[in-house]
C-alpha cells in the first residue's frame, strides 16, 4: 500500500488485480492482490510468481483501455491460456484501475 | 469531501480494523463497489438499492466468518441467478495466539506463530520471566496468572485463535486449561512430557474439569510428532499441529497420501 500510495502522488495511473477464484490448487487464497503502476512497476503477488508476468502486462493494457475485466490463467482444457501456474491450478483474477 | 472507497479501506487495514468489500465483476454497473466494516457505515453503491441491501447483509455475514469469495445474484439481489456477479473481500485482523508460559520454548514459539501470521501474546505470572526484552517478538507480554488473563480475554477469543499453554507447572496449567476450555478458542494444547500429562489430567478430574471437554479439545502433549527436540523444532511442531486443527486434517506427509493438497 505504501507503493500505491507513492506512485499515486507523483501522479501515475495503478492497477489492481486481484484474486477473485481458484479452482485445484493455488499458492494464494482469493484476495491476494498485486498492484502495477502505469510506469511498470509492481507491489504484491497472485501466485507463486508463475503468472505476475502476464498480469503486468493485462494491467498495462487494462490502464491504457480503462476497461476493467475478469482474467483467467492456468492449465485448463482451454488451450487459449497461453500462461500456466506450475501447480495445476486456475485462477480467475479482477483487474481494475484504481478509479474508486 | 467524503474519503473515496479506497481511502476506508486502506485507512482500515492500516489500523487493523475488520473491514469488507464487494465489487461487481461480472453484470451491469462492473467495478461498482460497497464497503462495511468495523466503524465504516456501508458506503458506496452497486446502482440497485435492492442489490445493495441483500448483498450488504452477505458482506457482514462474510467479514463475521473472514471469509473472502464470489457470489451471484440476479439484477436486484434475487437468490439463485446469476445475472451479477460479486466478489467479496473480507480484511480480518490476525488470529491471536496466547501463549501461557515465559519458558525456554516461548521464545521459539513467538518467532514461527509470527511467522504464520499470528498475533501473538505471551502471559506468565513471574514477572522477572514474562519481559518484553525476553521476548522482543510478542505484540504483547502481560505478567499475571493465565487464568486471570483468560477471565479478561476469554470472550474475545474465536475458532481461528489459539491458546498454548507452556508452562508445564500444575498450578498454573490446570486452572489456565479450565479457562479456555470456557472459551470458544479453536485450538487448546499444553506442554509436557507423557507422565505430566497423565498427572494433569488426574488432577483436572479433581480440580471438577468437564473432562468430555478435555479429551475433545486438549492437544497434550502438545505439537505433531516430527521428532525434533530443539525449542524451534518444537515451536514448529506445535504450530503445525494448530494448522492441521484447524483444518481438520490428520497429518501425515503428502508423499504418502494422494488427493487433493488443499
Same mark, same amino acid.
Given at each position: 500500500?505504501?507503493?500505491?500510495?507513492?506512485?499515486?502522488?507523483?501522479?501515475?495511473? =495503478? *492497477?489492481?488485480?486481484?484474486? /477473485?477464484?481458484?479452482?485445484? %490448487? !493455488?499458492?494464494?487464497?482469493? $484476495? @491476494?492482490?498485486?498492484? =502495477? *503502476?502505469?510506469?511498470?512497476? /509492481?507491489?504484491?503477488?497472485? %501466485? !507463486?510468481?508463475?503468472?505476475? $508476468? @502476464?498480469?503486468?502486462?493485462? *494491467?498495462?493494457?487494462?490502464?491504457?483501455?480503462?476497461?476493467?475485466?475478469?482474467?483467467?490463467?492456468?492449465?485448463?482444457?482451454?488451450?487459449?491460456?497461453?500462461?500456466?501456474?506450475?501447480?495445476?491450478?486456475?485462477?480467475?483474477?479482477?483487474?481494475?484501475?484504481?478509479?474508486? | 469531501?467524503?474519503?473515496?472507497?479506497?481511502?476506508?479501506?486502506?485507512?482500515?487495514?492500516?489500523?487493523?480494523?475488520?473491514?469488507?468489500?464487494?465489487?461487481?465483476?461480472?453484470?451491469?454497473?462492473?467495478?461498482?463497489?460497497?464497503?462495511?466494516?468495523?466503524?465504516?457505515?456501508?458506503?458506496?453503491?452497486?446502482?440497485?438499492?435492492?442489490?445493495?441491501?441483500?448483498?450488504?447483509?452477505?458482506?457482514?455475514?462474510?467479514?463475521?466468518?473472514?471469509?473472502?469469495?464470489?457470489?451471484?445474484?440476479?439484477?436486484?439481489?434475487?437468490?439463485?441467478?446469476?445475472?451479477?456477479?460479486?466478489?467479496?473481500?473480507?480484511?480480518?485482523?490476525?488470529?491471536?495466539?496466547?501463549?501461557?508460559?515465559?519458558?525456554?520454548?516461548?521464545?521459539?514459539?513467538?518467532?514461527?506463530?509470527?511467522?504464520?501470521?499470528?498475533?501473538?501474546?505471551?502471559?506468565?505470572?513471574?514477572?522477572?520471566?514474562?519481559?518484553?526484552?525476553?521476548?522482543?517478538?510478542?505484540?504483547?507480554?502481560?505478567?499475571?496468572?493465565?487464568?486471570?488473563?483468560?477471565?479478561?480475554?476469554?470472550?474475545?477469543?474465536?475458532?481461528?485463535?489459539?491458546?498454548?499453554?507452556?508452562?508445564?507447572?500444575?498450578?498454573?496449567?490446570?486452572?489456565?486449561?479450565?479457562?479456555?476450555?470456557?472459551?470458544?478458542?479453536?485450538?487448546?494444547?499444553?506442554?509436557?512430557?507423557?507422565?505430566?500429562?497423565?498427572?494433569?489430567?488426574?488432577?483436572?478430574?479433581?480440580?471438577?474439569?468437564?473432562?468430555?471437554?478435555?479429551?475433545?479439545?486438549?492437544?497434550?502433549?502438545?505439537?505433531?510428532?516430527?521428532?525434533?527436540?530443539?525449542?524451534?523444532?518444537?515451536?514448529?511442531?506445535?504450530?503445525?499441529?494448530?494448522?492441521?486443527?484447524?483444518?481438520?486434517?490428520?497429518?501425515?506427509?503428502?508423499?504418502?497420501?494422494?488427493?487433493?493438497?488443499?
Amino acid at each position: 500500500m505504501d507503493d500505491i500510495d507513492r506512485w499515486r502522488r507523483s501522479g501515475h495511473k =495503478v *492497477a489492481l488485480a486481484r484474486v /477473485v477464484d481458484i479452482e485445484g %490448487s !493455488g499458492p494464494r487464497l482469493p $484476495g @491476494a492482490s498485486m498492484a =502495477v *503502476a502505469e510506469t511498470g512497476e /509492481v507491489a504484491g503477488s497472485v %501466485s !507463486g510468481g508463475c503468472v505476475e $508476468g @502476464a498480469v503486468v502486462s493485462e *494491467a498495462l493494457d487494462i490502464l491504457s483501455t480503462g476497461e476493467r475485466r475478469l482474467v483467467t490463467f492456468g492449465y485448463s482444457d482451454d488451450e487459449a491460456f497461453a500462461v500456466g501456474l506450475t501447480c495445476g491450478g486456475t485462477i480467475h483474477l479482477f483487474i481494475e484501475p484504481l478509479d474508486w | 469531501m467524503p474519503d473515496s472507497i479506497y481511502e476506508l479501506w486502506r485507512e482500515a487495514v492500516n489500523d487493523h480494523r475488520p473491514v469488507a468489500l464487494a465489487t461487481i465483476i461480472e453484470g451491469e454497473n462492473l467495478g461498482a463497489k460497497l464497503i462495511v466494516g468495523d466503524g465504516i457505515d456501508s458506503q458506496g453503491t452497486l446502482g440497485d438499492l435492492d442489490l445493495d441491501r441483500v448483498v450488504l447483509r452477505d458482506t457482514i455475514g462474510e467479514l463475521a466468518g473472514g471469509r473472502s469469495g464470489i457470489r451471484h445474484y440476479g439484477p436486484h439481489g434475487e437468490a439463485r441467478e446469476d445475472a451479477v456477479s460479486i466478489f467479496i473481500e473480507s480484511f480480518a485482523p490476525p488470529p491471536h495466539m496466547l501463549i501461557f508460559g515465559a519458558v525456554d520454548f516461548t521464545g521459539a514459539l513467538v518467532k514461527v506463530a509470527k511467522v504464520v501470521g499470528y498475533r501473538v501474546t505471551v502471559c506468565d505470572a513471574r514477572e522477572v520471566f514474562a519481559t518484553k526484552r525476553r521476548f522482543p517478538n510478542a505484540d504483547e507480554v502481560v505478567v499475571d496468572w493465565p487464568h486471570r488473563h483468560l477471565e479478561k480475554v476469554g470472550d474475545r477469543l474465536g475458532q481461528r485463535d489459539a491458546v498454548c499453554v507452556l508452562t508445564h507447572d500444575h498450578k498454573f496449567d490446570v486452572p489456565a486449561i479450565q479457562a479456555a476450555l470456557a472459551t470458544d478458542v479453536g485450538y487448546l494444547g499444553a506442554m509436557g512430557s507423557r507422565r505430566t500429562c497423565e498427572e494433569r489430567l488426574e488432577r483436572l478430574a479433581q480440580a471438577g474439569a468437564d473432562m468430555e471437554q478435555v479429551s475433545a479439545r486438549l492437544h497434550a502433549p502438545i505439537g505433531l510428532d516430527l521428532g525434533g527436540r530443539t525449542p524451534e523444532e518444537t515451536a514448529i511442531a506445535i504450530c503445525a499441529e494448530v494448522i492441521a486443527a484447524r483444518t481438520g486434517r490428520v497429518s501425515s506427509s503428502l508423499s504418502d497420501t494422494t488427493g487433493s493438497i488443499h
